[in-house]
């Protein structure tokens, strides 16, 4: 069954450096998601992006937050100058499409711990 | 943010027996539900949805109510399993939106 993938499994990065997380979605998928999970809080919705630009974000995607689909397969999430307060499970997810019905699919998650 | 609440933190049920976990939302423009299961260190997994023209959805041992005059939507699991041990999230969708916005989870825990 296709399957929604993340790299790496955890990262670990010292305040203020750049990270980027990498995500390969379901490859038939045209939607994709960024989600995150702090430790002991609520899943909450980071951004979506479809046709190679941001569809919808909330407010906690500011600038120091960008996506990016590289190439065919690939989907990046980039933060360019990590806080501590950034620590928590990031998840991405796709979707074939975003009609009524439509259901996200998620990756088993990125664990950035920022030191 | 608590558009969506699910109240019980925990939930514990005998395997065989009927597990029911609640979810209540306040925005009435939700028009799309989904629950998802959880296990640690995993991504959320999903399990069934149901949209608002609908009361009902059923899936195997899955079914989901939802009662859109009371904002609220339960999932039932018969009968239950030890291997559905785990965190059930509930998330919504408001119509002309993508994202989804989640519950605190329930944890479920099935005993033999």
């Known amino acids: 069954e296709p399957e929604v993938t993340q790299t790496p499994s955890h990262q670990v990065t010292q305040m203020g450096q750049e990270v980027i997380l990498r995500c390969v979605p379901i490859?038939?998928?045209?939607?994709f998601y960024w989600y995150r999970q702090i430790l002991g809080q609520k899943v909450e919705f980071l951004v979506s992006?479809?046709?190679?630009?941001?569809?919808?974000k909330s407010e906690i995607f500011d600038d120091q937050f960008s996506v990016e689909r590289p190439d065919g397969s690939n989907f990046t999430l980039k933060i360019r100058s990590t806080k501590l307060e950034d620590s928590a499970m990031y998840f991405c997810?796709?979707?074939?499409?975003?009609?009524?019905?439509?259901?996200?699919?998620f990756g088993p998650g990125t664990r950035l711990t920022v030191l | 943010d608590q558009q969506v609440k699910q109240n019980s933190p925990s939930l514990s049920v005998q395997e065989g027996r009927i597990s029911i976990l609640n979810c209540d939302y306040t925005?009435?423009?939700?028009?799309?539900f989904l629950w998802y299961k959880k296990y640690p260190a995993e991504g959320p997994t999903f399990l069934i949805s149901?949209?608002?023209?609908?009361d009902k959805n059923e899936d195997g041992r899955f079914t989901v109510f939802l009662n859109k005059s009371a904002k609220h939507l339960s999932l039932h699991i018969v009968p239950s399993q030890p291997g559905d041990s785990a965190v059930y999230f509930c998330?919504?969708?408001?119509?002309?939106?993508?994202?989804?916005?989640f519950g605190t989870g329930t944890r479920l825990l099935v005993s033999p």
């Open positions: 925005n009435s423009m939700f028009d799309y």
């Open positions: 490859s038939n998928h045209l939607y």
């Open positions: 998330a919504a969708r408001r119509k002309g939106f993508q994202k989804l916005v």
């Open positions: 997810a796709s979707s074939e499409e975003s009609g009524v019905v439509d259901t996200q699919y």
């Open positions: 992006f479809y046709n190679n630009e941001i569809s919808e």
């Open positions: 149901i949209s608002s023209i609908k």
